[in-house]
């Protein structure tokens, strides 16, 4: 799949880091660190533009490494980037640690992922079908 972006970033497009990977790195583009207290969110640039094909999203996420060893996560994880969005991608991170948290210019602080979607068409009716699952959620088969 091709995808048009614009890159004004100082910055090497995201790329796949190993032939099987599904999601490509966002780096953080900034002029200088930004320091994040714990419980502090800030709104980090990548320099990135991109226009999806209509029936595509990309989906911003936290990466595995930052969030278990910095304890720095996305905050609307994942953040929903639609085909007609033509602005900065830019990334809602959260430092969740109790430790300060400098973000560095070039730094990778999220993935994204490229998934195809499906347009709903709701049909209202009086009552649903019943499944062996009902109404049971939040824990309803249990702890363990």
Known sequence: MNIKIVNHSKHALPAYETPSSAGLDLRANIDQE?????????????????????????????????????GVTVLNSPGTIDADYRGEIKVILVNLS?????????????????????????IEVDDLEESERGAGGFGHTGTN
């Open 98 to 122: 109790n430790e300060v948290f400098i973000v560095q210019d070039g730094e990778r602080i999220a993935q994204m992922i490229i998934s195809a979607h499906e347009k709903a068409e709701w």
């Open 34 to 70: 930004i320091k994040l207290e714990p419980l502090q969110r800030a709104l980090i640039p990548t320099g990135l533009f991109i226009e999806l094909p209509i029936g595509f999203e990309a989906q911003v996420r936290p990466r595995s490494g930052l969030a278990f060893k910095k």
